[in-house]
């Protein structure tokens, strides 16, 4: 504990009185990312001249223009330059409301073995994709009604919002464009169907307004030979009129399924999954 005492009171001498200001009532709000703003309400005077001193001294990393994340003490003496924070955490303070969505939560939940490199996050607010630290983040901006069914979740002591498994799958069929494609999003369903409550899937995708995604979702099943486990799921749909296309990021050219309603202009083949 004393050569603790004494790292720690060695590793502040590089601070001035308003920078151990700024940094301990900030700790003690528990505010681990903060804004140029947040920094202007404790401590009188430049805060973002205070901001570049705090980056040079690698007391604190920016994460965007006016964002910054206090590094922790025991991070040790390279401060900032050996301090990591999760996608998620730094996705949660890019706009609100917002999930954890697609791709990123297909992965997180366990449904795709694939690591996505973007960070994906649903939004009501056209947001410009961003890169912080090497990352890529893209948001996707939502009409209210697709805006439920999230769930909060812990990661490093913070407290992040992601679609739940169900919301997932019926956001993944909404936009395999964000979820790594259809395939990998069939693949998902195909490996993990007794993971999930497909009824709650088709009830999202009725209160989403998108019938589309029950289309795929139905013509997944038929190819790989799961519809009549889930025949009482479909027992009263009825694909409406027109053909979206099974893949939106690939030619509209195929075939038309006229007992889903769908152009598979994607061929899904259950075989390629096993190697």
């Known amino acids: 504990m004393k050569r603790y005492n004494k790292?720690?009171?060695e590793y502040k001498k590089g601070l001035t009185q308003r920078e151990s200001l700024?940094?301990?009532a900030l700790a003690r709000q528990d505010r681990k990312i903060f804004s140029t703003e947040d920094a202007r309400a404790v401590t009188e005077g430049d805060a973002k001249k205070m901001m570049s001193s705090l980056i040079k001294k690698k007391w604190v990393l920016p994460l965007k223009r006016g964002l910054y994340a206090i590094v922790p003490l025991d991070v040790g003496v390279k401060g900032a330059d050996s301090f990591i924070l999760h996608n998620f955490v730094i996705a949660s303070h890019m706009v609100e409301p917002y999930y954890i969505a697609y791709w990123s939560a297909l992965n997180h939940h366990g449904l795709s073995e694939q690591i996505p490199r973007t960070t994906f996050i649903a939004t009501t607010k056209p947001k410009m994709p961003l890169t912080i630290l090497d990352s890529d983040y893209y948001f996707v901006a939502i009409e209210k009604r697709k805006f439920f069914g999230s769930q909060e979740i812990e990661i490093e002591d913070w407290k992040v919002s992601i679609s739940t498994p169900e919301k997932t799958i019926?956001?993944?069929?909404?936009?395999?464009?964000h979820s790594g494609g259809i395939d990998e999003v069939?693949?998902?369903?195909?490996?993990?169907?007794?993971?999930?409550?497909?009824?709650?899937v088709y009830e999202f995708a009725k209160r989403m307004k998108n019938l589309t995604i029950l289309k795929r979702l139905g013509y997944i099943f038929e190819i790989t030979n799961l519809l009549d486990t889930y025949k009482d799921v479909f027992a009263h749909f009825t694909p409406t009129k027109g053909y979206p296309a099974l893949d939106p990021i690939s030619p509209r050219k195929g075939r038309h399924n006229s007992r889903w309603g769908l152009l598979v202009n994607f061929e899904l083949d259950?075989?390629?999954w096993m190697y």
């Open 170 to 177: 019926a956001d993944c069929l909404d936009h395999p464009e």
């Open 270 to 272: 259950p075989r390629r």
């Open 22 to 24: 700024l940094i301990s």
């Open 7 to 9: 790292f720690k009171e």
């Open 186 to 200: 069939a693949k998902a369903i195909y490996f993990n169907h007794k993971d999930f409550d497909l009824v709650k």
